[in-house]
């Protein structure tokens, strides 16, 4: 379930959801209140599954979504191409991931996965 966080709380490497993706904040920078107005942050952040560069200012105390990330291991059961199934190694549910292009696993290795809103992303081999 995301969790609600403040524009001013955000630090590089957090995570947060813009425009309903889930993505890695790559730099923070704060101004300082003015006379007429409040602190802003000026949010740069990269998409965790397309890896789209993305910018956002919001009002410091402006409530924005962080997505919750269960970092898992898994074992690869099956492989044809680019897709594997992958056996959850703590419930033992089996699902197909799509694996990618620079990582050479073979049947029967531990995976590590990132599970996001019911999405999967392989993160490399355990």
Do not use: N
């Amino acid at each position: 379930m995301p969790k609600q966080v403040e524009a001013s709380s955000v630090r590089k490497g957090s995570y947060i959801i813009i425009d309903d993706e889930p993505c890695e904040v790559r730099g923070v920078s704060k101004s300082s209140p003015g006379k007429h107005g409040s602190a802003k942050a000026k949010i740069k952040a990269r998409g965790i599954f397309d890896e789209k560069d993305r910018h956002i200012t919001k009002p410091g105390d402006a409530m924005m979504m962080s997505p919750d990330i269960s970092k898992k291991v898994g074992q690869i059961v099956s492989k044809e191409g680019d897709i594997a199934q992958v056996m959850d190694m703590d419930t033992y549910e089996t699902e197909e991931m799509q694996l990618p292009e620079d990582l050479d696993v073979s049947e029967g290795e531990e995976i590590k996965f990132w599970e996001i809103d019911d999405r999967k992303l392989v993160k490399g081999v355990k």
